[in-house]
Structure formats: C-alpha cells, structure tokens
C-alpha cells in the first residue's frame, strides 16, 4: 500500500483523522491503510468505525494486523509497544 494511503493516528482530535481518512476516500482511493501504536490504538478504531458507520457506508475491512514493536526505552531497555494496522477498502 501506498504511503500517501496510510494515516498515523496520534494525539489530536479523533474527528482530525476521520476527516483525513474520508478525505483519502474522495480523492479518489479505493485503499486506506490507518496505523496506531499504543495509547492511540483505541482512537485508530474509533476512527475506522466513525468512517465505516456515519461517512463512507461502502467502506468495509480488508485485514487488521496486531503485532508488538520492541522499541528502545528510555533507561537503555527495550519496551514492548503495541501496534495495528487496519487496512478499509471500497
């Protein structure tokens, strides 16, 4: 998938990203690819099921990818960070 297809989710406003994902819809693809790791797992899903329910009713789920990140921490140790990856399709 594309890079410009993918949208990371962070720390802003949940309505920010769903309005980039519909965005992404409109403009044309058929693929859009929404990533989150940790604390902003929860508002990636919110995100997809916003888009899915209120905006784009055509969209459904392609896959969702689980896994864990081992990331450097902040005392030399590694932390585990949890990541999805929801893949909606047209």
Do not use: H, W
């Not at 940790?38 to 888009?51: C, L, M, P």
């Amino acid at each position: 998938m594309a890079e410009e297809n993918t949208i990371f989710i962070g720390k802003k406003a949940t309505m920010n990203y769903v309005l980039a994902v519909v965005s992404q819809f409109n403009g044309g693809c058929n693929d859009v690819c929404i990533k989150a790791r940790g604390r902003a797992i929860s508002r990636a899903v919110d995100v997809s099921e916003i888009v899915r329910n209120r905006f784009i009713r055509d969209a459904a789920y392609k896959d969702v990818k689980i896994e864990t990140e081992v990331l450097p921490g902040q005392n030399g140790t590694d932390a585990n960070v949890s990541s999805i990856e929801i893949y909606l399709a047209r």
